[in-house]
């Protein structure tokens, strides 16, 4: 992505939109292209959200827990009290599949721009959701409640799960009673991104998905790059088509496939703005403004959007514990910015890198060298420094600050 490919920002006009996700970065982003003005509750507070948001607070807790009202609905509360604009509501991402009963709470204060508790319950309840799958003949992998007799060739999820970070091989998977099993299938991991007013639908675009793997999560969530003519479309557009149905989903949403062939296995939909927002961003309508119109009016475009060549976006993880160089200029095909000295550990997420391309494999292999340049960067930007030395250096750097602070304060008085 060269700077002339960033999205350019439209002045608020539309109103104001509470954001609430594990990271609401890309929520927020959309937002901002279809003239509203957001204001997010996360996990993060990354400074790329700070700077598009006209509000951003960083929730408490930790995000294993996940998220908690207590920690959420003050966060809200102030936000809302700040807003530029009318509030239209709260538009949730990630972070609720497991907990939907927290949308209840949040649409006692403000009108949900989404999927209400009782959908998400539905879809993210593995026998309701794939005994739906069975009687509409919808495919998809065998999936059990208990564990397989023979663990050899199952997965176990946990329901509401997110990322693929929580997809272990069953025989690893203690006995837990939020824990589901389904037969590992091979194929292309395919993403369909779709528009739903409660009755009909819209398929916007397609994206293949990628792992990132690492020790104990092989399944982890990696990247996507866009698609104009994945295999199976027919297939996945009818099964899209007669979920939407059933299961009255509204707004924008995504479903997950495993595609060998001409055959398509439903794996999973997510019923929210999901991971693949960053690829569909360049749409001449905006997104979240199609989102809105959906859910509040039941409107659906007359037909799907175009797209010019194709996008890729990707996580960058840790290799190894580090603290983000204070002196660090971020190129601007990254997003979700971590702050100068935050702490990273191994593992864990530092930014995400986002790339266009003439074709999918051109995006994705500028994808993974923009990846390997950024680490590189980071990396020399330390000075070749081991963690326990960064951290060091941040005490210390820390410690002439505030003495500095200090010196300045005494000379020019009260």
């Known amino acids: 992505m060269t700077p002339t490919d960033v999205p350019k920002r439209s002045s608020p006009r539309r109103g104001a939109i509470l954001v609430a996700a594990v990271s609401g970065r890309a929520i927020a982003q959309a937002a901002v292209e279809a003239g509203y003005a957001p204001l997010v509750a996360d996990f993060f507070a990354d400074a790329d959200t700070q700077a598009l948001a006209s509000g951003c607070r960083k929730l408490k807790g930790d995000i294993a827990k996940g998220m908690q009202w207590r920690n959420l609905a003050p966060v809200l509360e102030a936000l809302a009290k700040a807003a530029p604009l009318p509030l239209l509501g709260v538009m949730y991402g990630s972070g609720f599949e497991d907990r939907p009963y927290l949308l209840d709470r949040i649409a006692e204060c403000w009108p949900l721009l989404g999927n209400d508790a009782a959908t998400v319950e539905r879809i993210k309840h593995p026998e309701t959701f794939f005994g739906t799958l069975d009687r509409l003949a919808i495919p998809h992998p065998a999936t059990v409640m208990a564990r397989p007799p023979k663990g050899a060739g199952w997965v176990a999820k946990r329901r509401g799960g997110a990322g693929g970070s929580h997809v272990l091989p069953s025989r690893l998977q203690k006995p837990a009673a939020n824990v589901y099993y389904q037969a590992l299938v091979e194929g292309r991991a395919i993403s369909v991104l779709f528009l739903a007013n409660g009755r009909d639908c819209r398929v916007l675009g397609f994206s293949e998905q990628w792992t990132a793997p690492a020790p104990s999560k092989r399944w982890r969530y990696g990247g996507a790059v866009r698609l104009a003519s994945p295999p199976a479309q027919d297939e996945m557009v009818r099964a899209i088509a007669q979920a939407t149905r059933a299961f009255r989903i509204t ?35 905006p997104l979240l403004k199609l989102h809105v119109e959906a859910v509040v009016q039941g409107r659906l475009p007359g037909k799907a959007p175009t797209f010019e060549g194709a996008a890729a976006s990707a996580i960058v993880h840790a290799p190894k514990r580090l603290i983000v160089p204070r002196n660090m200029i971020w190129p601007v095909w990254t997003a979700d910015l971590p702050r100068p000295g ?73």
């Not at 991971?275 to 961003?281: G, K, N």
């Not at 890198?353 to 923009?370: D, H, M, N, P, Q």
């Open 342 to 414: 935050e702490r990273i550990d191994k593992q864990r997420p530092i930014c995400t890198v986002l790339a266009r391309a003439g074709t999918s494999r051109r995006a994705k292999r500028l994808i993974e060298t923009r990846k390997a340049n950024l680490l590189a960067k980071i990396y020399k930007l330390s000075k070749g420094e081991s963690f326990e030395q960064q951290e060091e250096r941040r005490k210390r750097e820390a410690a002439v600050g505030a003495a500095e602070h200090q010196r300045t304060s005494r000379a020019t008085g009260p």
């Open 251 to 285: 707004g924008l949403a995504s479903a997950d496939f495993m595609v060998d062939g001409d055959w398509p296995l439903l794996l999973e939909i997510n019923p929210r703005p999901g991971a693949t927002l960053d690829v569909f961003a360049c749409a001449k309508k």
